[in-house]
């Protein structure tokens, strides 16, 4: 556009087409060209006229050829398609193949699992949950507790290796030492994002209780306090801890929702960060790396905001070529 537009002001100040290509390395006819064409259309002229371009060997047949063919049975020996196996089936290349697959969103690896409940007081439970979380009592403390259970202590050696492309990766020997487990407990404050743990040996009814007494024990006694349990058994039948603690009231998620209880997505960041990939040489090691990472996400915890996906089993029944149309 710079040497279209030099063309034209050299043009406009009347010097010859031979001086003006001269100067500015071009051919006369170019000059020529420029100049006819910003005096047939003006400033519109200069721009790149459309092009077709080449033509495209791939077209929209191609493309509902891919989607139809991922609603067809899988080749023999695979349990689904993949990007490879789509190509052979339509004799096209691999990259024409992964072209269409990109431009629809489709992934052929990635997977997504959820759990429907199907528990006949899903709307009331649900509601009752959510509602602690969207809206809870005034002046008290809403809690998401549950535990995970037989962490491993794991002891292997791990790094850094390079593969055969180059790539650095983490890398870790598949033979290890096993040096036991343990129970973590865990109770989030929903209104800060404050984290409280405890780990044990064993998850029994009394493990659980004697947390639930280091927990409330923390708070005033007076306090209004509602906690957020799945349907686990230890979580069941404490009617007598709770006749003694009056101020504290147990919410149950529906069966087979235990993802509606909030600490579970805690549950999901300490296991990226604190045991994926990690080597532990002792239970006294696991246990202080457990204590670690709570004392280390303890200053920077924030509230998380409830929006969870609604999600039908019915999508399951759904076509690549009903989702792509």
Same mark, same amino acid.
């Given at each position: 556009?710079?040497e279209?537009?030099?063309?034209?002001? /050299?043009?406009i100040?009347?010097?010859?087409?031979?001086?003006?290509?001269?100067?500015?390395g071009?051919?006369?006819?170019?000059?020529?060209? %420029?100049?006819?064409?910003f005096?047939?259309e003006?400033?519109?002229?200069?721009f790149?006229?459309?092009r077709?371009?080449?033509?495209?060997?791939?077209?929209?047949?191609?493309?509902n050829?891919?989607l139809?063919?991922?609603e067809?049975?899988?080749?023999?020996?695979?349990?689904?398609?993949?990007g490879?196996?789509?190509?052979?089936?339509?004799?096209?290349s691999?990259?024409?193949?992964? /072209?269409v697959?990109?431009?629809?969103?489709?992934?052929?690896?990635?997977?997504?699992s959820?759990c429907?409940s199907?528990?006949?007081?899903?709307?009331e439970?649900?509601?009752d949950?959510?509602?602690l979380? +969207?809206s809870?009592?005034t002046?008290?403390?809403?809690?998401?507790?549950d535990?995970?259970?037989?962490?491993?202590?794991l002891?292997?050696?791990?790094?850094?290796?390079?593969?055969?492309d180059?790539t650095?990766? /983490?890398g870790?020997?598949?033979?290890y030492? /096993?040096?036991?487990?343990?129970n973590?407990?865990?109770?989030l404050?929903v209104?800060?994002?404050?984290?409280?743990?405890k780990?044990t040996?064993?998850?029994?009814r009394?493990?659980?209780?004697?947390f639930?007494?280091?927990?409330?024990g923390d @708070?005033p006694?007076?306090?209004?306090i509602?906690?957020? @349990?799945?349907n686990?058994a230890?979580?069941k039948?404490n009617?007598? %801890?709770?006749?003694?603690?009056?101020?504290?009231t147990?919410?149950?998620?529906?069966t087979s929702a235990? %993802? @509606?209880?909030?600490?579970?997505? %805690?549950?999901?960041?300490?296991?990226?960060k604190?045991?994926?990939g990690?080597?532990?040489?002792s +239970?006294?090691?696991?246990?202080?790396?457990?204590?670690a990472?709570?004392?280390?996400?303890?200053?920077?915890a924030?509230?998380?905001i409830w929006?969870?996906r609604e999600?039908?089993?019915?999508?399951?029944?759904?076509?690549?070529?009903?989702?792509?149309?």
């Amino acid at each position: 556009m710079v040497e279209r537009a030099r063309i034209v002001l /050299r043009c406009i100040d009347g010097d010859q087409a031979k001086d003006i290509a001269h100067d500015l390395g071009v051919r006369p006819n170019t000059v020529a060209d %420029w100049r006819d064409r910003f005096l047939a259309e003006g400033i519109n002229g200069l721009f790149d006229r459309h092009r077709s371009g080449k033509p495209k060997k791939y077209t929209d047949v191609f493309r509902n050829q891919v989607l139809a063919t991922l609603e067809l049975p899988p080749p023999a020996g695979q349990a689904t398609w993949d990007g490879a196996a789509v190509a052979a089936h339509l004799n096209a290349s691999d990259d024409a193949v992964w /072209r269409v697959l990109r431009t629809e969103g489709i992934s052929l690896q990635r997977q997504r699992s959820w759990c429907v409940s199907t528990d006949p007081q899903f709307a009331e439970k649900a509601a009752d949950v959510i509602g602690l979380y +969207l809206s809870p009592p005034t002046d008290a403390i809403v809690l998401s507790i549950d535990e995970k259970p037989s962490i491993q202590a794991l002891e292997r050696t791990t790094g850094y290796v390079q593969t055969s492309d180059s790539t650095i990766v /983490r890398g870790f020997k598949s033979t290890y030492k /096993r040096h036991g487990t343990l129970n973590l407990f865990a109770a989030l404050e929903v209104a800060t994002g404050a984290i409280h743990t405890k780990t044990t040996s064993q998850k029994r009814r009394v493990e659980f209780l004697e947390f639930m007494d280091e927990v409330v024990g923390d @708070l005033p006694a007076e306090q209004e306090i509602h906690v957020i @349990l799945d349907n686990y058994a230890i979580h069941k039948r404490n009617d007598d %801890w709770l006749v003694s603690h009056p101020n504290v009231t147990f919410h149950y998620t529906p069966t087979s929702a235990s %993802w @509606l209880n909030m600490v579970e997505i %805690w549950f999901g960041i300490f296991t990226r960060k604190a045991l994926r990939g990690a080597s532990f040489g002792s +239970l006294e090691d696991l246990s202080k790396a457990i204590q670690a990472f709570v004392d280390a996400y303890g200053p920077t915890a924030k509230p998380f905001i409830w929006r969870k996906r609604e999600v039908k089993g019915a999508q399951l029944r759904n076509t690549i070529v009903n989702l792509r149309n």
